[in-house]
């Protein structure tokens, strides 16, 4: 059983540039969420996708945009790459809007803005 | 979302139980109470969650307090590798606004020592 897969594990950029990340969900889960979490930070909430469409977003600026392809994979988009924007990437995925959906964590992406 | 509040940091014996407290007191009635871990700037790794009822599976034991404002994760027989740090979080887990959303603080840093 396919757990949760992101890419790359680790990426470089430079101020003002602009950035995608790619999350594969578990078998069978249908609904992708992004996360943020700085060093030393417990993970903060960016948005959630489901049926292709952005259902949640947290305290996050417009340069933060994602996308859900009919296969279920995610990918999330950040404009105008800031110094501050460096962090871990984690994506979650579950299972639609039913009770009891645990959300399970892939291994991140590692972003580095220099 | 109910916040919750942990210990910064905690030691347990190897081979010892781990007891991990975390205070809810404003959880709502169809708030679940979550725990996640993360080692090394892992993905977090889902352990286990509850409503209202004690629960138990391979990793370790949720214990609620009848009124639910407060939790305890045990973990029965610590081991180094349950070096990490652990997250309790509250999250509506049924459809609906919120559903998806994830609230995490800082977590406990727990060292198990040989």
């Known amino acids: 059983d396919a757990g949760v897969t992101q890419s790359p594990t680790h990426l470089i950029k430079t101020r003002g540039q602009q950035v995608t990340l790619r999350c594969s969900p578990k078998s069978g889960h249908d609904t992708v969420s992004w996360y943020q979490q700085a060093l030393g930070q417990g993970p903060q909430f960016i948005f959630q996708y489901y049926e292709e469409e952005e259902r949640q977003r947290g305290n996050f600026p417009d340069r933060f945009s994602g996308h859900q392809f009919p296969n279920y994979s995610s990918e999330l988009n950040v404009n105008a790459l800031l110094l501050g924007d460096s962090a871990l990437y984690l994506c979650a995925s579950s299972l639609g809007y039913i009770e009891q959906e645990t959300q399970y964590f892939g291994p991140g992406t590692r972003l580095l803005v220099l | 979302d109910a916040k919750t509040t942990q210990p910064p ?21 169809n708030e679940y ?17 509850g409503l209202k009822n004690n629960e138990t599976n391979e990793m370790a034991s949720l214990i609620i307090t009848e009124d639910r404002k407060s939790s305890t994760l045990i ?40």
Not at chain 2, 23 to 28: C, D, L, M
Not at chain 2, 33 to 49: C, D, E, L
């Open chain 2, 9 to 29: 940091s905690m030691d347990c014996a190897e081979g010892r139980a781990a007891n991990l407290p975390c205070n809810h007191s404003t959880i709502s009635g």
């Open chain 2, 33 to 49: 109470v979550y725990w996640y871990r993360q080692i090394h700037s892992q993905g977090p790794q889902y352990i286990i969650h």
């Open chain 2, 75 to 114: 973990l029965p027989h610590a081991t180094l590798r349950d070096t990490a740090v652990y997250y309790c979080i509250v999250r509506v887990a049924q459809g609906g606004t919120n559903a998806g959303k994830s609230t995490f603080g800082d977590g406990t840093t727990l060292t198990v020592k040989p």
